[in-house]
């Protein structure tokens, strides 16, 4: 079965700009979607089909997909971006997510 | 604006059925253009997708839970649900509803998610 890799933890200083990676076999050749947990809460879509933002996202959040790499980028990361974020792929009409990524702001 | 609400028991006894619903508003379960998921997550631990259904019926699960899982849809009451036999304590997580707009577009609604428990 494919499988999306993230790395556990990221940390950012406020006003620093943060990138989350996922991982997987020719993930450039899928569409990845990208969403934020805060604790407690639902998960939220920050980024569709790679690079697209839903309507009322911030634009500091930006996306990417290319080879076997897809980045999520948080230009300007302020406190409240403090969150897990998943990775989340479509394959063979199955749905794969990361197994997340936390993210500190410090 | 769409809204999606799950409900069902809290508690469900080892090798018992867990039974969810998901009742949807603002928005129908009829549409041709979403499919209807169930996504989990186990305490402290990572989101896995359950399965997905279409406004026509078609399915598709989880390999890992193909065996035990059965989403259905009730368009006449604007619902759909989720069965998970033989359940074990590795099934205790909150459950979430979604509305999915296509492979590439993601799940953009979730329900506020609803916490099971697999114990005796």
């Known amino acids: 079965s494919y499988e999306l890799t993230q790395p556990p933890s990221v940390s950012v200083s406020p006003g620093q700009t943060a990138s989350i990676t996922c991982s997987g076999d020719?993930?450039?050749?899928?569409?990845v979607c990208w969403y934020q947990q805060k604790p407690g809460q639902s998960p939220v879509l920050v980024i569709y089909e790679d690079t697209k933002r839903p309507s009322g996202i911030p634009e500091r959040f930006s996306g990417s997909n290319s080879g076997n790499t897809a980045t999520l980028t948080i230009s300007g990361t302020q406190a409240m971006d403090e969150a897990d974020y998943y990775c989340?792929?479509?394959?063979?009409?199955?749905?794969?997510f990361g197994g997340g990524t936390k993210l500190t702001v410090l | 604006q769409v809204q999606l609400q799950e409900s069902g028991p809290g508690l469900v006894k080892p090798s018992e059925t867990l039974s969810l619903t998901c009742t949807v508003s603002g928005g129908s379960v009829s549409s041709g253009s979403y499919y209807w998921s169930w996504i989990r997550q186990p305490p402290g631990k990572g989101l896995e997708w359950v399965g997905h259904?279409?406004?026509?019926?078609?399915?598709n699960y989880n390999p890992s839970l193909k065996s035990r899982v059965t989403i259905s849809v009730d368009t006449s009451k604007n619902r759909f649900s989720l069965k998970l036999t033989s359940v074990t304590a590795a099934d205790t997580a909150v459950y979430y509803c979604?509305?999915?707009?296509?492979?590439?577009?993601?799940?953009?609604?979730w329900g506020q998610g609803t916490p099971v428990t697999v114990s005796s």
């Open positions: 259904i279409y406004y026509t019926g078609g399915t």
């Open positions: 979604a509305r999915g707009g296509g492979s590439s577009s993601g799940e953009g609604y």
């Open positions: 989340r792929a479509w394959d063979s009409s199955t749905v794969v």
């Open positions: 020719k993930l450039g050749d899928k569409y």
